[in-house]
């Protein structure tokens, strides 16, 4: 911090509010006209400002870039998932348990196996530093996720189910991504079976089972005691928003320091909240929502750009590109494809092709990433990683408008067809 400007905080400052500003005036002609979404936006920014370019922001002079990154990251998802638990249907993780089952239970470990083993074949990395890099790439990302089922676009485009599904799925599978990269990290700096007991006994039982139960009973008791100070008047005006983002702060820390899975717990505590707080608190402040997502969310990505390990990737050469595609192309889609027949209302094939390729990487990969270098000592979760992160951003962001658009033409055109073949 000794290095730390006056100008270079206000550059910091005036970037990451005037981003906010920008974005919440322009996103809309910006996604729907270039399509470009927030997180693109915000990822050049910091790229632009980083050491690499323009040099006005030194990650380094605010403290260690990594630990910035890791808990910026984990503040970004948390204040996500809390906005998908109460921007989902009341019910619906219980009406929809069939479909969530299999897009957590089954497309998440085989989104696991197919990262790892791609990781294998092109770069060549030992097989357990695969599958710990491939269980980074896992999750798919609320953060960016929301860029593609929010807005105007989105909501004209897209059915309830397709939006409802990806936010789920990206939501919770940031959560219960933890198993699947502490495992390799286990096996990687503890002999096999003391590894193996510490995953089955303190990561499955307590860290995820454990947030799962004290998530959901913190969330059940915010929303009595919401509903208890609207009766007895204690509040002059309930702030629903201000409650909700206390909630999260409460959730990530608290269930942090018992040693539990804070991501997953915050989920399970927006979930179990909404079912005690009606509808009505949540569309009064539904805009103010979005921004503050924005403010917390995106900022991350600025960050990232920031500090891009550009050599790292030039190391990589060619690998690093072909191991971008492979992993944008068959980490998710062809698993998606196999398990179609039992996405229920999910199954049909514009349904699925959209819900297989709409897996984007972002910040979940980035915390987990940064995790697993603290924790290991490796470069490689981060060095491809980001490299990943990176292209995802890009390619989702810039297929979300031209893909939901033809979606919507491809539904009417079989509405249409329908509607003919009735007639005749």
């Not at 485009?157 to 919770?172: Q, T, V």
Request: overall charge positive; proline content about 5%.
């Amino acid at each position: 911090m000794d290095n730390l400007s006056s100008s270079e905080i206000n550059i910091a400052l005036l970037t990451l509010g005037g981003l906010v500003l920008v974005l919440g005036l322009f996103s809309g002609f910006l996604k729907k006209r270039l399509w470009l979404s927030d997180p693109l936006m915000a990822l050049l920014a910091g790229v632009l400002l980083s050491p690499g370019v323009f040099g006005l922001i030194h990650l380094t002079h605010w403290g260690k870039p990594e630990t910035i990154l890791e808990e910026g990251a984990r503040l970004a998802i948390a204040i996500q998932v809390m906005g998908v638990a109460l921007r989902l249907p009341k019910e619906y993780i219980f009406n929809n348990r069939r479909i969530l089952f299999i897009l957590l239970g089954l497309l998440m470990p085989l989104m696991w196996l197919a990262s790892g083993l791609l990781v294998y074949l092109i770069l060549g990395l030992p097989v357990w530093v695969s599958l710990l890099v491939g269980a980074v790439l896992t999750p798919t990302d609320p953060v960016v996720s929301s860029s593609v089922v929010t807005g105007k676009v989105a909501e004209e485009n897209l059915p309830d189910r397709i939006r409802n599904a990806i936010s789920a799925e990206s939501a919770a599978n940031d959560g219960l991504a933890y198993p699947f990269v502490l495992l390799p990290i286990l096996i990687l700096t503890r002999p096999t079976g003391e590894a193996l007991w510490h995953w089955f006994g303190k990561t499955l039982l307590w860290e995820v089972g454990g947030a799962l139960l004290v998530g959901a009973l913190i969330g059940l008791a915010a929303g009595k005691l919401l509903k208890w100070a609207e009766r007895r008047q204690t509040v002059n005006k309930p702030s629903f928003l201000a409650y909700t983002i206390a909630l999260s702060l409460v959730v990530l820390g608290f269930v942090k320091l018992i040693g539990c899975d804070g991501i997953f717990a915050v989920f399970a505590a927006g979930i179990a909240f909404d079912q005690v707080v009606g509808g009505q608190e949540r569309s009064e402040e539904e805009g103010v929502q979005e921004a503050i997502d924005r403010f917390f969310t995106t900022n991350i990505f600025l960050l990232l750009g920031l500090y891009l390990p550009w050599q790292k990737w030039l190391e990589l050469g060619w690998k690093g590109m072909l191991l971008v595609i492979a992993v944008l192309f068959l980490r998710r889609l062809p698993a998606v494809l196999v398990l179609r027949p039992f996405l229920g209302k999910l199954k049909k094939l514009p349904d699925a092709l959209f819900i297989g390729w709409f897996g984007p990487i972002g910040a979940a990969a980035l915390f987990y990433a940064f995790l697993s270098m603290r924790k290991t000592g490796l470069e490689e979760p981060w060095v491809v990683a980001s490299l990943v992160i990176c292209a995802s951003i890009l390619v989702h962001g810039f297929t979300a408008t031209p893909l939901a658009t033809l979606y919507a033409k491809i539904h009417e055109k079989r509405s249409a067809d329908r509607l003919s073949h009735s007639a005749h």
